[in-house]
C-alpha cells in the first residue's frame, strides 16, 4: 500500500477569501473526489485548529492507494487537477512525502 501525504499553507486572503475559508473549499472538494477515483482507498483531511500554533501548515492530507500506478492515475485525473489548480491559486506552499507502508 503507497500512503501520499501532503501539507498546505494557505495565503492569509486569496480570492476573496481568507486561509480558512479557503481550506473547507479545498477539503470538501477534495472528499470529492473519492466518489470520482476509484482508485482511492482512503482519504483524510485535517485544517489546522485555530487552538495550534498558528505557523503549522494549513491543510493536511492522507490518500491510500493499493500502488504507485494508481497514485498516479490519481495525480493525472482530470477532477484531481480541477481541484489542484484551485489549491495553487490559493496556497503559499506546499510539502509531499509518498511512502511504501508495511
Known amino acids: 500500500m503507497v500512503r ?11 480570492e476573496g477569501k481568507t486561509a480558512l475559508q479557503n ?3 479545498a477539503r470538501d472538494r477534495l472528499y470529492a473526489l473519492q466518489d ?13 485548529d485555530g487552538e495550534a500554533d498558528e505557523t503549522n ?4 492530507l492522507t490518500v491510500d492507494f493499493d500502488n504507485f500506478d494508481d497514485l498516479q492515475t490519481y495525480s493525472l485525473h482530470p477532477d484531481h487537477l480541477e481541484v489542484g489548480a484551485f489549491i ?8 509531499c512525502v509518498d511512502y511504501t507502508m508495511e
Open 4 to 14: 501520499h501525504i501532503v501539507m498546505f499553507e494557505f495565503q492569509k486572503e486569496a
Open 23 to 25: 481550506a473547507v473549499i
Open 36 to 48: 470520482k477515483i476509484p482508485e482511492i482507498l482512503r482519504m483524510e483531511i485535517g485544517i489546522n
Open 57 to 60: 501548515y494549513t491543510l493536511c
Open 88 to 95: 495553487a491559486r490559493v496556497r503559499l506552499s506546499r510539502a
